[in-house]
Structure formats: C-alpha cells, structure tokens
C-alpha cells in the first residue's frame, strides 16, 4: 500500500510538473500572449459597448412609444369626455355609451385597432367611477390587464403609465399601459389604453443578435489582424533565434540576413557583427589554446632529456653523499627530493596535455574493483603511517565486477587516499564501496579541515588549493585531481567533492558497471550525513533526469550549481527536462564527470607517495 501511494504521488508530481512547463511556455510565447491579450480585451470591448448600444436602443424605443402613448392619451381622454358628456347613470345606456366611446377610441377587441396610431396597435378601457368594475355593465375589455398601482395612481387624477406582462393566445407579452382620468359633467371615468410591446420586444432581440453576431466577428477580425501583426515581430526574432542556435552549436558563419525594415535590418546587422566578432574570438582563443597545449607539449619533452642527465648525476651524488660534508650530502637529498617532484610534474602535465589534445584512450577490462583499492590503500600505506592515519575500509564481501581501465582506476584512487590522508589531521580516513547491478561508487572520507562554502567547485581546478599559506605534509604537483576528474568523465562517471569546515571532506567516484553505460543515479550519498539520496529509491521515486547535449547526443546534466568547467563539454547545450521547482529538489546530479555541489580537498599528485594539494 505504501509503494502504491508513494508511485501514485509520483506520477501526480510529474503530471503537475509537466503541467506547470506546458502552462509556463504559453504565458512566455509573445505571440500567443499578444493574441489571447487582444482577445480578451476585444470581448470585454464589445460586450461593454454591446451593452451600452442595447440600454441605448432599448431606451429609445420605450421612450417613442411613451411619447407616442401620451399622445393617444391625450386623444382618447378627449375622445371619452365629448362621447360621454352627457352620460345616463343607468346601467344598460351607459353600457351602450360605453361601448361607442370604445369604438370611437379605435378599438373594441383585439380583432381591430388604431392601424394608423404612431403609437402602434392599443387595447382602450375605459372605467366609470360609479361602477367597481365593467363586469356590473358586462362591456368586454380587458381591465384586468391594468396594474391596480396603476388605477390607484390614475384614480387621484394623474396621468401615468406603467410597464406589466399580458397574455395573448397563450403567451406573456410585454405591455405598456397608460391611465388618465376623464371628467364630463355627470360623471367622471378612468380611461386606459394598453400598448402590447411585442414589436419592440423582436426589435430589440434582432439588435441584441446583431450586435453578438457582430461583436464576435470584430473580435476574431481583431485577434486575426493581431496575430498576423504579432508575426511580424515575433517571425524576425525566431530567425534570430535560430541564428543564435546554430552559432551557440557551432556554425560560426551562420549569419542573418540584412533584409526588411529598418529596425530589423539594425538587428541583423547587430547580430551579425556580434557573430563575426564571436567567431574572430574564438579563433584567437582556438590558436591560443593549441599553442598553449602544443608549447606544454613541448616543453614536457623537450625537458625529459635534461632532467634525466641530471638524474643520472644526482643519483650518483646521492649514493656517494656519505663521503660527503654534512652540509654536502644534506643539499644532495634536497636536489633529489626536488628532482622526484619534478618528474611528478612532468608526468602530470604531459598526462594533462594528452587530455587537452583529445588524445587519451580508454582501455577498459574487466576487473573485481575490490582488487584496486586493496592495491591503492597497499600504496598509501607508508604515507598513512608516516601521519599515523587510520584506513578503514567498508567493502563488500562479494565480488564487484566492472569493465574499467585499471591503470585509470588505481590512479583516482592513490590521489584521493593521498589527499585525505594530507587533509585527515591524524584522524581515520574511510574508504566505503557500493554497487547495484548497473552503477558502482566508492567514496574516500577524511574528518580533517575540510572546506569553506564556494570551494567545492573549484576542487578540481588545475594548481587551485584552498588555503595558500597552509604548508603542505606531502608536497603535490596541484594537478592530481584535475587528472583524476578526466580519467572519471573518459569513464563516463562521476568524481565529486563535499565537505564542510572542521568536519571534513567526502570524494565520491561514480562509474558505470559496463563500458559506455550510462549513469543517472549513485548508490552511495555524497554528503557524509546522507544528505544526498543514493539509489535506494525506486524508479517510481527517483527524481527525473536533467540532460544535455554532449557530442552530439543526449547525457544526463549536473544541477547549475554542481556545474565545474572541466565537466562542461565543449559547445555543449544544456536543456531542462523539468521544472525549476524539481531541479531545486534533486539531490543526485546526473552529469558524467561532473562534480557535485560539495566542497572537498584540492588538487592531488599521481603519484601514492608524492605530497598533495588543496
């Protein structure tokens, strides 16, 4: 149940992490942020205007037919007063009256009306005070359509009008219906006319339609002409985009072209200056560093023949030193300790040389790794007891295979045995291998100075060490790391660094278990508190792999801040396969060769029994 959730959550993250990439790439595409913006704002554009025109129109309209139905009023008012000047107070004269006077308005039932009325088609009512309603006179009208706010206003003497909802033929329509007061010397009446606003009702709906109709074509007019505009601008910068591309990979006469309008012809003239300026750059740069390596090169050999002329003579002074003065045979052991750091350094740098040439070969076989550090902790030996360090050692008790370059191998391991032993202060330094079926590690840990936060990428640095004036135990060349991170990147593994000040200093050698595997994961913590997960994950939980562009494939890529310069290959271009929020919580790097965000000590000799640096 614990597996299942935890794989559950997992895919959970990588869904919202895939989500968050998707969302971010669209909030920073200029074209879609300038389309769906002119979008936006074109609806909220045309649906306020779209309101504004409709409250308008609708406003106009209600506001004739009022005008109109005042008129008609007016009329009618006039219409009922001649007509029942002298009206008989009984019931079936004044029926009679009535219905003349209805007749005379324009209209007695639905079937007929005032065609001709500005006001359009009316219903007339028209109310005798003396009676409560026109039932007592049995006169058809519809006086059930009027308000009663509407009659009580009307009864008080004022002309007003109301708006209310009627019924014909089953359905609700929207009315009008104006009330006046008419008095005539025998009595005194209440004359309505009801004004259906069907006609106004279809007017404003076919003006609602046009302008929605109209609206939504203005806004996809607009969100067109905005994309077609947004192309434009954004069409030049991709070009240059891929321009820039194509020169970061390696084309460096990839140029744009001067074409267009003003501003963009300043572009690619710019760019095309920065380019040529680039390429002039990097030729200098090219023909500086062949020089640099060749004149190494060079001097390395041209060297070795003098030094082992004066290696010959001072081994010669050195095995007569006892027929010598003191003072004599003393300058003697000097010149000879002097010459075997010498040889180290001459060694180192044309090693170093081979590298910076692309010259160096791997030659992997297939050995127990146990075999190696045995070997390498035999050759540190002397050094351990000459400072009284411990060595200890946690190893498996079976066999650990792996297809490696021996020679490669035991060289990493002497330099950080070496180094920690130069770095332990007299406290034990442990040696800890570790392996699954595809990756093995071996970590070196010493409990001495360790080092200052920012130090750990400068570890490997050619001739770098932390404290200058510290005086070295075993002396060094400055170069036995820096050799040692090549001979782990030509395996395509890992050689990285942590330590912390006061507490010592932890290298962790990462390598593949086959020839050309490839590494995303190491089974042994880079941090001495575990602070760096290994591989006790599983698949489902183990954090997803940043990877880079080396050599024209795709490896997986250290964490920006475990970047080292010589782990970052040439022209290489690193692309995030995931979100910034993940990156920050990874706790392995997955770059071959690339050193770790730790601290540790400097630069070491090749040689088990030369001095160190850090």
Excluded at 113 to 132: H, K, M
Excluded at 180 to 209: H, K, M, W
Excluded at 470 to 478: I, L
């Amino acid at each position: 149940m614990d597996s299942r959730l935890t794989r559950l959550r997992g895919q959970a993250r990588r869904g919202l992490t895939a989500a968050r990439s998707r969302i971010a790439f669209w909030s920073r595409s200029l074209l879609v942020r300038v389309v769906v913006l002119t979008l936006s704002l074109s609806a909220v554009v045309m649906i306020t205007l779209g309101l504004i025109l409709q409250q308008q129109i609708t406003a106009g309209l209600l506001q004739s037919k009022i005008d109109a139905a005042t008129v008609e009023i007016d009329n009618a008012r006039q219409t009922v007063q001649n007509s029942l000047s002298g009206a008989d107070s009984d019931p079936n004269s004044l029926r009679e009256q009535l219905q003349l006077a209805l007749t005379e308005i324009g209209r007695v039932d639905g079937s007929s009306g005032a065609q001709n009325s500005t006001a359009g088609v009316f219903e007339p009512v028209i109310v005798p005070s003396r009676i409560g309603s026109d039932a007592d006179l049995a006169v058809a009208q519809p006086l059930a359509d009027v308000p009663a706010e509407l009659r009580a206003r009307v009864s008080q003497g004022n002309v007003s009008y109301q708006y209310t909802t009627i019924r014909r033929d089953g359905q609700a329509i929207p009315a009008l219906v104006v009330g006046s007061p008419a008095r005539t010397s025998t009595d005194s009446f209440e004359v309505y006319l009801i004004f259906p606003l069907a006609g106004e009702q279809g007017t404003v709906q076919v003006v609602q339609r046009t302008l929605l109709v109209g609206g939504v074509a203005l806004a996809i007019a607009l969100t067109g002409i905005s994309a077609l505009v947004a192309m434009q601008v954004v069409r030049p910068v991709r070009r240059a985009a891929a321009s820039a591309r194509k020169l970061a990979a390696g084309d460096l006469a990839e140029r744009m072209p001067v074409k267009g309008p003003i501003e963009l012809e300043t572009l690619a003239s710019s760019f095309n200056g920065m380019a040529e300026a680039i390429r002039v750059q990097i030729r200098q740069l090219e023909e500086f560093g062949k020089l640099q390596r060749r004149f190494t090169s060079d001097v390395s050999h041209e060297l070795r023949t003098p030094l082992t002329t004066v290696r010959m003579a001072a081994d010669m002074l050195y095995d007569g030193r006892s027929d010598f003065p003191e003072y004599l045979g003393r300058s003697t052991e000097l010149l000879v300790d002097e010459l075997d750091r010498f040889e180290s350094l001459l060694t180192d740098l044309l090693e170093i040389s081979r590298y910076d040439a692309g010259m160096a070969e791997l030659s992997a076989e297939t050995i127990d790794i146990r075999s190696c550090i045995h070997a390498s902790i035999a050759a540190a030996a002397p050094l351990a007891d000459q400072f009284d360090v411990q060595i200890v050692t946690v190893l498996p008790e079976h066999a650990v295979v792996a297809e490696l370059d021996t020679r490669r191998v035991d060289r990493i391991l002497r330099n950080l045995l070496n180094n920690a032993i130069d770095h332990a202060d007299g406290k034990p330094v442990e040696v800890e291998l570790a392996a699954d079926p595809d990756v093995l590690a071996i970590t070196v840990t010493d409990h001495g100075v360790g080092l200052r936060p920012g130090e750990a990428g400068l570890v490997f640095n050619r001739f770098w060490r932390a404290d200058p004036s510290r005086q070295r135990h075993t002396g060094g060349t400055g170069l036995g790391l820096a050799i040692s991170l090549e001979d782990a990147r030509l395996h395509g593994g890992w050689l990285q660094a942590s330590g912390t000040p006061g507490e010592g200093a932890r290298f962790r050698l990462t390598l593949p278990r086959q020839h050309g595997g490839l590494i995303t994961h190491s089974p042994l913590a880079l941090r001495a508190d575990g602070s760096a997960a290994g591989s006790g994950a599983t698949p489902d939980e183990a954090a997803p792999v940043r990877m880079m562009v080396d050599d024209g494939a795709l490896k997986p890529a250290p964490r920006e801040d475990e970047l080292h310069p010589a782990s970052v290959p040439v022209g290489g271009a690193t692309a995030a396969l995931i979100s910034p929020e993940v990156a920050a919580a990874e706790d392995q790097p997955a770059a071959p060769g690339a050193p770790g965000p730790a601290g540790g000590a400097g630069a070491a000799s090749t040689d088990a029994a030369s001095p160190v640096a850090r």
